[in-house]
């Protein structure tokens, strides 16, 4: 009985050990994506190639839980995510190619002006997303799939 309780038991732990090890050392998961943070301060295009070059892209949001959890891994700070419109102004996605539905914009944002086609979030004291410069340089947030 002790050597089926033990059995039982190491197959337990390592059933909970692979679940934590889903996502590389310095990414954290959440909703079956893995995100990874980098306070180093790269324009847009810079961030975009980074989290490519780590087998991701810039952060794509798709809900209050997303949004909620990628600001607790900036500290509220404003980061880049993989939203853009520099291709046609007022037409926002995903650098990851999933559908953009749920936005967390700040009042009158976004302006739609092609001059701010880059996506900042906890932006100002309402901690929202800003259209901003694409040459702005800040934080970012990649993510990848499992």
């Not at 090890?21 to 310095?26: D, I, L, T, V």
């Not at 037409?91 to 190619?97: C, L, S």
Request: proline residues 3%; contains cysteine.
């Amino acid at each position: 009985m002790l050597t089926v309780s033990l059995a039982l038991f190491a197959i337990v732990a390592l059933a909970t050990a692979d679940d934590a090890a889903k996502c590389s050392p310095g990414w954290s998961e959440n909703a079956g994506r893995c995100f990874f943070f980098d306070a180093t301060q790269k324009t847009w295009a810079e961030a975009q190639a980074h989290c490519q070059g780590i087998g991701g892209n810039l952060a794509s949001l798709h809900s209050d839980d997303d949004n909620t959890f990628v600001q607790t891994l900036t500290q509220k700070n404003p980061a880049w995510l993989g939203g853009t419109d520099c291709q046609t102004s007022g037409a926002w996605f995903w650098m990851d190619g999933t559908q953009m539905m749920r936005r967390f914009w700040c009042p009158l944002k976004p302006d739609n002006d092609l001059a701010t086609c880059c996506l900042e979030m906890n932006s100002g004291d309402d901690k929202c997303w800003d259209d901003v410069a694409c040459s702005n340089t800040l934080p970012f947030v990649c993510v990848k799939m499992l």
